[in-house]
């Protein structure tokens, strides 16, 4: 069997990795996989090359959108493939487009319910004509697909994000300390993700500024880059939180980073299954989180980590303080996050999934 996957860029992310890891798999099981993106170059680009999988271009500096559909045909017929899986939103429209009249069948692979607002739903709701079946990785992006988009429960198909668990570890052990030198006496407490409206760092400065304001020995350590770190970063200023928010950048293999943190937080307003939570669960951190997407699914409250009940600030700081002041808690929530890592699935067992749904719609 031959299969496809359409991933807008492959720079290290949570959705790329995900492709890296299914791709791997199913290579290492003997079936013909092929890698489509937009955008060359990439953290993952190089390792999916490493791995003896073959990546190919839709256009070299990013062309129209007629260009890059007549591209996908193109590709697509070139290499025979029998089933495309389309990750991002923008890919998922335009592979179905592409291919609505060719035997490779489009599947569109949703990450949550609200990526895309209102013309996104209504684009949605216009190809599920043509959509064989979905795939989703959160139980949100399930909700999203039957209640909003009105597909039919048995076109929709949960499949988790893989977790290379003994990977995450190896990298940790390998991985220099990103925190700034101290006392030894901090708290250090982890945001991982990108910096952009979804996931709402301006919110993180509030929740930091309240939470650090009232334990002298709590610190931030913010991992990632996007579009709003310099505005980030002035507020880090604006706010005198310099000695207690650390704004890192992007580091590479950012799930190795857990080693050296105290527990995690979150401020997003839009999530799928946050791959940051589970890589942090994996080293026993617990987590910190608002009530959105998949965090209500993973986050037992109180039993492997704290959720809120919403996205206020006074809600998610005092929950941090709670983390930040009380050991036993850290320690009993730490041992109920490991406990929930060991039910992940694998990349081998989300890769069996991929290919046992190949296999059934194309039996079909």
């Not at 999988?53 to 493939?81: K, Y």
């Not at 207690?244 to 943190?261: D, F, M, N, T």
């Not at 527990?263 to 608002?290: C, D, H, Q």
């Amino acid at each position: 069997m031959s299969i496809g996957f359409l991933i807008g860029q492959l720079a290290e992310g949570g959705a790329e990795r995900q492709v890296f890891l299914i791709a791997r798999e199913l290579n290492q099981l003997g079936e013909r996989v092929l890698v489509i993106t937009n955008q060359p170059g990439g953290y993952f680009q190089k390792k999916l090359q490493a791995s003896g999988i073959q990546v190919a271009m839709l256009t070299p500096h990013g062309g129209t959108r007629i260009q890059r559909l007549s591209r996908l045909l193109q590709i697509c017929r070139l290499h025979n493939l029998d089933t495309l899986f389309c990750f991002g939103t923008a890919e998922a429209y335009y592979g179905r487009l592409a291919l609505m009249r060719h035997k490779t069948l489009a599947i569109p692979c949703l990450r949550n319910q609200v990526w895309s607002g209102q013309t996104g739903l209504w684009v949605d709701r216009m190809l599920k004509i043509i959509t064989p079946c979905y795939v989703t990785n959160s139980y949100a992006g399930s909700l999203y697909l039957e209640n909003a988009v009105g597909v039919p429960r048995t076109k929709i198909h949960e499949i988790r994000n893989a977790l290379p668990s003994k990977e995450i570890i190896a990298i940790g052990k390998d991985m220099q300390d990103p925190r700034p030198p101290g006392d030894g006496d901090e708290i250090w407490c982890g945001w991982v993700g990108s910096l952009s409206w979804r996931k709402d760092p301006e919110l993180l400065i509030q929740v930091a500024d309240r939470a650090c304001s009232l334990e002298k020995r709590l610190r931030v350590i913010v991992i990632g880059d996007g579009p709003l770190r310099q505005e980030f970063k002035r507020q880090i200023v604006a706010n005198g939180l310099e000695q207690r928010v650390y704004s890192v950048g992007k580091i590479e293999r950012a799930p190795g980073v857990w080693r050296y943190l105290d527990f995690g937080l979150s401020t997003s307003r839009i999530e799928g299954t946050p791959n940051v939570l589970m890589e942090a669960m994996v080293w026993g951190k617990p987590y910190v989180a608002p009530p959105v997407g998949d965090y209500p699914v993973l986050i037992k409250h109180q039993e492997n980590g704290l959720l809120s009940q919403d996205r206020s600030v006074e809600a998610l700081a005092d929950l941090t303080l709670q983390l930040a002041r009380d050991e036993k808690l850290r320690a009993r929530l730490s041992r109920g996050a490991l406990e929930t890592a060991r039910d992940f699935e694998t990349p081998a067992q989300i890769a069996q999934q991929y290919l046992e749904l190949c296999q059934r719609i194309r039996s079909q």
